[in-house]
């Protein structure tokens, strides 16, 4: 029996919902509803059960920051305060996440697809199929950090559950050596030692340079050198002032002499110039006086007596006889003056040699000094030099012994294959396939429900037709005869 619905296109359910309907829908779409779960559950459980099973690796390793040693001390290497403020924790983590490791773990294991039919794939397919199975690695490469700690746990899933396991540790190695080629500074530590043996070729070049010329130039010590040179010099100086001062006397009372000797004048001669012969000085002082005395004995004479007299006469040749003598030995003490002069003059020259030739020493030492000077300075700017190098060299070290990271990294919990695959979850899969085919029945069926136009109760043909019912005729399959 069809009956029409109002126009509104309200349904029964729709109008007057309650739990009599509800179930009355679903008695009357049962089979809809559990031919839609059985459909659903079954093609969930198929696809559960039919995908391969991926198993999960994990390993734990445990990264510390380093602690200061006593050489980093020593050299103040302490770690940047820029990299205390960043999480040096993700740094590591992405050490772990990158490329070049998932690119060796791709050689290392195999993981490329097996070429299909002998048929070899060109370059450009090789590498997109390549990239292909690293971008594989790093999606199921799982890690995980707790808050405020230092252990990692390092998870990987695949189909194989001993090879999991592998590619697990193998990731930790490579890890590992990549960490090495990252912070890996020895190519700063044999820049360093080339430099040294450098600078120590040239310091040891220069310290033998400064040796031999020391040697060659009979130098033990320049400033005890400019110091006795310097004492030489000063008593030189001292001994052609003494010796030109001594000249010029003598030269000045040679000539007075000579003027008195020239103009017949009385000679009267300083002991200080016959000072150098006191006998001959004591032998005209007697002469002079035996002439005094004659000459006035000669004087008293002529005052009696002519000047042709014997006595006057006799005393007069004694007179000249003496006066000669004087002037002889006076002749002899210039001729000696003259010598000692002559002496003088030599021994200034002599001395005027001697200072020149100590000023010449003197400045032959001062540019011997500077050559020193010199040789010293780039000896002491080599071994500046060397002590700097020498450090950076240490510090080259240290970095490399330490990678140069503050970091360590301890491998606390290795990779075990587990025979427990993680995906895909059957309980939970099957748990939702069966949620999921109960709910969509029922949608299914109220919708089919919402949109048929029969009447199947006398409720509903009551509400539809809005006529009493007077009664009804159940209908019944027949037998077969």
Do not use: C
Request: glycine residues 4%.
């Amino acid at each position: 029996m069809t009956v029409n619905k109002p126009q509104n296109g309200t349904s029964v359910i729709a109008t007057a919902p309650s739990l009599q309907k509800f179930l009355v829908v679903l008695m009357k779409q049962k089979k809809l509803v559990a031919g839609i779960f059985l459909t659903t559950f079954i093609t969930v459980a198929l696809f559960t059960f039919l995908q391969t099973p991926l198993y999960r690796a994990s390993a734990k390793v445990l990264m510390e920051p380093e602690k200061l040693s006593d050489s980093m001390v020593m050299f103040r290497l302490s770690p940047s305060r820029e990299r205390n403020e960043l999480n040096w924790l993700n740094s590591e983590i992405s050490i772990l996440q990158s490329r070049p490791i998932a690119a060796r773990i791709v050689q290392q294991f195999n993981l490329l697809e097996p070429e299909e039919n002998g048929n070899k794939l060109s370059d450009e397919d090789k590498q997109k199929q390549l990239e292909s199975a690293i971008d594989d690695v790093q999606e199921n490469l799982i890690l995980e950090s707790g808050q405020n700690s230092n252990i990692i746990s390092i998870s990987y899933d695949y189909k194989d559950p001993h090879i999991a396991a592998q590619i697990v540790n193998g990731i930790i190695d490579e890890y590992l050596k990549y960490r090495l080629e990252v912070f890996d500074n020895s190519g700063n530590y044999k820049f360093y030692e080339k430099q040294l043996q450098i600078v120590e070729e040239k310091l040891r070049s220069l310290e033998e340079k400064e040796a031999h010329y020391k040697q060659d130039q009979n130098i033990f010590s320049t400033q005890e050198q400019a110091e006795v040179l310097k004492v030489k010099l000063t008593d030189y100086e001292r001994s052609l002032a003494a010796v030109s001062t001594a000249l010029i006397g003598k030269r000045a009372k040679l000539r007075i002499v000579e003027e008195q000797l020239e103009n017949n004048a009385n000679i009267n001669i300083p002991s200080t110039e016959v000072s150098d012969s006191p006998s001959r000085e004591r032998y005209i002082t007697t002469l002079k006086s035996q002439l005094l005395e004659m000459e006035i004995e000669k004087e008293t004479l002529l005052q009696r007596f002519r000047p042709t007299y014997e006595k006057v006469v006799e005393l007069t040749e004694q007179i000249n006889i003496t006066r000669k003598k004087i002037r002889s030995e006076i002749h002899e003490i210039i001729e000696q003056e003259r010598a000692s002069i002559r002496a003088l003059e030599a021994e200034k020259q002599s001395l005027e040699k001697l200072i020149a030739g100590l000023r010449g020493d003197v400045q032959a030492l001062a540019q011997k000094e500077y050559e020193i000077k010199q040789i010293n300075r780039g000896i002491e700017d080599n071994r500046d030099l060397y002590s700097i190098l020498l450090k950076q060299r240490e510090e080259a070290r240290i970095s490399l012994e330490k990678l140069n990271s503050g970091v360590n990294v301890r491998i606390i919990n290795p990779a075990f294959p587990s025979h427990i695959p993680v995906w895909p979850k059957k309980e939970l899969n099957l748990i939702l396939g069966s949620l999921f085919g109960l709910i969509f029945g029922l949608i299914v069926a109220f919708m089919v429900d919402y949109f048929d136009d029969t009447v199947s109760t006398i409720h509903e043909l009551y509400h539809a037709a809005d006529l009493k019912v007077l009664g009804s005729i159940e209908e019944k399959q027949r037998g077969l005869l």
